[in-house]
C-alpha cells in the first residue's frame, strides 16, 4: 500500500472548530434523545441542551466567517464530478443545518414562552411570540431536523472513511492530520 498523497491540511484553527463542532453536535444529539427517554432526567438535560445548542449556532457562525477567511483546500483533481457535487451539496446541507437545529429550537422554546437560560441568570430573549400551534409544529420540525443532521453526520462520516481507506487521496489527512505539518519518510540512518 502506498501512503496518502501529500494534500494541503486545512488550517489548524479550522480543525480544531471542526472537531470541536463534531464533538458537541454529536452530543447534543444523544442529549436530544436521552430527553425523549428519560423523564427523570429530562430537565437537567434539557438545562445541558439549551446553551450546547446556542453555543453550536454561535460556532456554526464563526466556523462560516472563518471558511470565508480561510478557505478549505481544493478537493482531488481526479475525483470525479459527481463526487465533487456530493462533497458541496453536503457541506452546504451540513451548514444550513448546524444554523436551523438550533434557530428553529430556540423558536420552538419562544413559542412555548419556555426561557432560553444560557448559565444562571443569563436568559436569551423569545424570537417569537407565544403560539401554541406554532410550538408544536416547530417541536416535530426541530426533532425532523435533528435526525436529518444525525443523517447527514453518518453519511460524512462514511465519505470520510472512504477517502481514508479506499480513495487514499489525502482528504481525510487534509482535516485529521494533527501535525502541524506533513512528515516524509527519511532516507538517512538517523531516523529523524
Known amino acids: 500500500m502506498s501512503p496518502a498523497p501529500m494534500s494541503p491540511a ?3 484553527f479550522s480543525r480544531l472548530l471542526h472537531w470541536l463542532m463534531a464533538l458537541m453536535i454529536i452530543a447534543m444529539l444523544f442529549i436530544g434523545i436521552g430527553m ?5 432526567d429530562y430537565h437537567w438535560l434539557l438545562s445541558v441542551h439549551r446553551p450546547l445548542g446556542i453555543a453550536i ?3 456554526a457562525a464563526v466556523r462560516l466567517l472563518n471558511r470565508r477567511v480561510s478557505p478549505p483546500p481544493a478537493l482531488p ?8 457535487f456530493a462533497a ?11 444554523f436551523a437545529v438550533p434557530l428553529v429550537g430556540w423558536a420552538m422554546l419562544s413559542a412555548a414562552r419556555y426561557p432560553v437560560v444560557l448559565y444562571g441568570s443569563l436568559v436569551l430573549p423569545p424570537i417569537l411570540p407565544q403560539n401554541d400551534m406554532v410550538f ?4 416535530t420540525t426541530h426533532t425532523v431536523l435533528a435526525l436529518a443532521l444525525f443523517a447527514l453526520i453518518l453519511a460524512h462520516i462514511g465519505a470520510a472513511l472512504m477517502h481514508a481507506i479506499a480513495f487514499r487521496d489525502g482528504v481525510f489527512q487534509s482535516m485529521a492530520n494533527w ?14
Open 136 to 139: 408544536a409544529i416547530l417541536r
Open 179 to 192: 501535525r502541524l505539518r506533513p512528515v516524509r519518510a527519511c532516507s538517512g540512518a538517523s531516523g529523524r
Open 57 to 59: 449556532l454561535v460556532l
Open 77 to 84: 483533481a481526479g475525483m470525479p464530478g459527481v463526487l465533487a
Open 10 to 12: 486545512f488550517p489548524a
Open 36 to 40: 425523549q427517554a428519560s423523564l427523570a
Open 88 to 98: 458541496h451539496a453536503s457541506h452546504v446541507a451540513l451548514y444550513a443545518l448546524m
